[in-house]
């Protein structure tokens, strides 16, 4: 295993909720419809995670292991216009470095699958397998080889509260993708496809809740090319509790304490309350102007021309509460 892929373990890789997050965007990277993950314990046991993707060539999979391989990305001018999750080509070869990890993977149109087995970061085992067209990628033992890190994990309800709260933002990040999240034996989630408005109703209802549903209002506004949509807690419904708020930008969860501010401003500014209204709130900006490449773990973006994008989600989301409060 390189130290190199040790380091950038650190950086991409901090507990199960993070390898999954991986997994599962290389997954839609990969333009999956359906999505199956197993999760033993809290995610440290076993994270596997199932796709029927694009899949990748079998000469190409020992690549798709090693450093800075990452097949999404062609030259330094299209990191400015990232539409894929993955673009480091990190997050595969990291992993493998801190844990068991198995890919089998076939691609389309591939007669058959390719199977590896590598323990911490060293190849094991290299078989022909039988599979339908996707990935497989199943992560045992996280961390066994490196203690430290092991140690710092929280406590197993808690990694698995992660596991929960970064399900629920893919969830409503990948509508059109059918998600099952089985626990042990134990079905934790389900979600079939949600192409309909209809459809991604009821996704948010069985995320949410039926109560935020029947007190939401669904939005969608669009001025000059900036575009943002999604469903505001009726102020009956908000609570004063801040985890309740998602936001995506660009198809992105994005952690932002500026959309934080606009949303909780746009309240404020209509109904003189100062509460964390429950919201679910897409942007979607033209790419130039919204840089995910901050963190490898890419869930906070820099935005240019911040103050003009916060007023517009500020005024856009005071409009729609003032109407519905007339
Ligand atoms: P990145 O996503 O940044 O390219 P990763 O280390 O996550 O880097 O993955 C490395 C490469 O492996 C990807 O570029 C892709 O070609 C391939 N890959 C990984 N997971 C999958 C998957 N589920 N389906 C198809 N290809 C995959
Ligand atoms: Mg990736």
Redesign the pocket.
């Known amino acids: 295993p390189q130290l190199a892929d040790r380091i950038a373990a650190g950086e991409v890789v901090e507990r199960p909720a993070s390898v999954l997050k991986?997994l599962i965007e290389?997954?839609l990277?990969?333009g999956a419809r359906h999505i199956d993950v197993l999760i033993e314990g809290a995610g440290i046991e076993l994270l596997e995670v199932q796709?029927d993707?694009?899949?990748?060539e079998a000469e190409d999979l020992p690549l798709?292991l090693s450093r800075h391989?990452?097949?999404?990305l062609y030259d330094d001018g299209e990191l400015e216009q990232i539409h894929s999750?993955?673009?480091?080509?990190?997050?595969?070869?990291a992993i493998a470095s801190v844990a068991r990890l198995e890919i089998t993977?076939r691609a389309v149109g591939a007669n058959a699958a390719r199977h590896l087995r590598l323990a911490a970061g060293i190849l094991e085992e290299d078989t022909p397998a039988a599979r339908a067209p996707g990935?497989t990628?199943r992560v045992e033992d996280l961390f066994y080889n490196v203690p430290a890190r092991r140690k710092f994990l929280k406590a197993p309800g808690t990694e698995l509260g992660r596991i929960q709260k970064l399900w629920r933002q893919l969830a409503l990040s990948a509508f059109p993708v059918d998600l099952r999240l089985q626990q042990g034996k134990r079905l934790l989630a389900q979600y079939p496809a949600a192409l309909s408005e209809a459809d991604q109703d009821a996704r948010v209802a069985a995320i949410l809740g039926e109560e935020f549903l029947r007190n939401a209002l669904r939005f969608a506004q669009e001025n000059n090319g900036w575009r943002l949509w999604g469903w505001l807690g009726l102020p009956s419904f908000n609570r004063p509790r801040a985890d309740e708020q998602y936001f995506f930008v660009n198809g992105r969860a994005v952690q932002d304490a500026g959309l934080r501010h606009a949303l909780r401003s746009a309240y404020a500014d209509v109904l003189y309350q100062d509460r964390q209204p429950v919201a679910i709130c897409y942007l979607e900006l033209p790419s130039e102007l919204v840089d995910v490449n901050v963190h490898p773990a890419k869930t906070e973006v820099r935005f240019r021309e911040a103050r003009q994008i916060h007023d517009f989600v500020r005024h856009t989301l005071a409009e729609i509460i003032a109407d519905q409060a007339r």
């Open positions: 991986e290389n997954s990277d990969a796709d993707g694009i899949g990748i798709a391989a990452t097949s999404k999750f993955g673009f480091r080509g990190e997050a595969l070869p993977s990935t990628v």
